[in-house]
T-cell receptor
Framework: RKEVEQDPGPFNVPEGATVAFNCTYS??????FFWYRQDCRKEPKLLMS???SGNEDGRFTAQLNRASQYISLLIRDSKLSDSATYLCVVNDYNQGGKLIFGQGTELSVKP | DVKVTQSSRYLVKRTGEKVFLECVQDMDHENMFWYRQDPGLGLRLIYFSYDVKMKEKGDIPEGYSVSREKKERFSLILESASTNQTSMYLC????????????????FGPGTRLLVL
């Protein structure tokens, strides 16, 4: 079983749609959670950290369910510029500073 | 703003050549990482370093070595390049190992696309 699992997609949605990505992680001791965004042929960039109570940044909402070891990212009112791959990331509790990356979910927003 | 730079965006080398990939960060980060990214395989950790002169093997260290002589610089070395090392190489840095999202957030360089012929 992979340590961080994501649906690879692609998710093809029209502009203005709401889209949700899910991610599961295997190590219940993990403490830090993130969503990164990676544009085609570019480096990953931090989109947002995920906090236990859930957090929102504009059109983006991240949620964490520790009991189910599940993380989600909701994007409302999708824009063409949201097209990218979204990486679910979890810290390696056994080795501080090390992050474990999911393979990513590809999103394509169409006009 | 954190800035992580990599010495080359594109590199073409021949099988058997020794290849050096350089990475520099300007935010006094303690931790530095080298990944490779391949289609369908995602990001895989090659080596990382928590401090000057320190190095730790990641998930796929075979065929690679690293050097960290200065805090801001972390070099990846392919001792004898092979065609299966054709990939996108990404360097990243983070603040510390104290734990917590702020310390562990990794910042990536733009990547080096290496082609080994």
């Amino acid at each position: 079983r992979k340590e961080v699992e994501q649906d690879p997609g692609p998710f093809n949605v029209p502009e203005g749609a709401t889209v949700a990505f899910n991610c599961t992680y295997s190590n219940s001791a993990s403490q830090s959670f993130f969503w990164y965004r990676q544009d085609c042929r570019k480096e990953p960039k931090l989109l947002m950290s995920v906090y236990s109570s859930g957090n929102e940044d504009g059109r983006f909402t991240a949620q964490l369910n520790r009991a189910s070891q599940y993380i989600s990212l909701l994007i409302r009112d999708s824009k063409l510029s949201d097209s990218a791959t979204y990486l679910c990331v979890v810290n390696d509790y056994n080795q501080g500073g090390k992050l474990i990356f999911g393979q990513g979910t590809e999103l394509s927003v169409k006009p | 703003d954190v800035k992580v730079t990599q010495s080359s965006r594109y590199l073409v080398k021949r099988t058997g050549e020794k290849v050096f990939l350089e990475c520099v960060q300007d935010m006094d980060h303690e931790n530095m990482f080298w990944y490779r990214q391949d289609p369908g395989l995602g990001l895989r950790l090659i080596y990382f370093s928590y401090d000057v002169k320190m190095k730790e093997k990641g998930d796929i260290p075979e065929g690679y070595s690293v050097s960290r002589e200065k805090k801001e610089r972390f070099s990846l070395i392919l001792e004898s390049a092979s065609t299966n090392q054709t990939s996108m190489y990404l360097c990243a840095s983070s603040l510390s190992t104290l734990g917590g999202a702020r310390q562990e957030t990794q910042y990536f360089g733009p990547g080096t696309r290496l082609l080994v012929l």
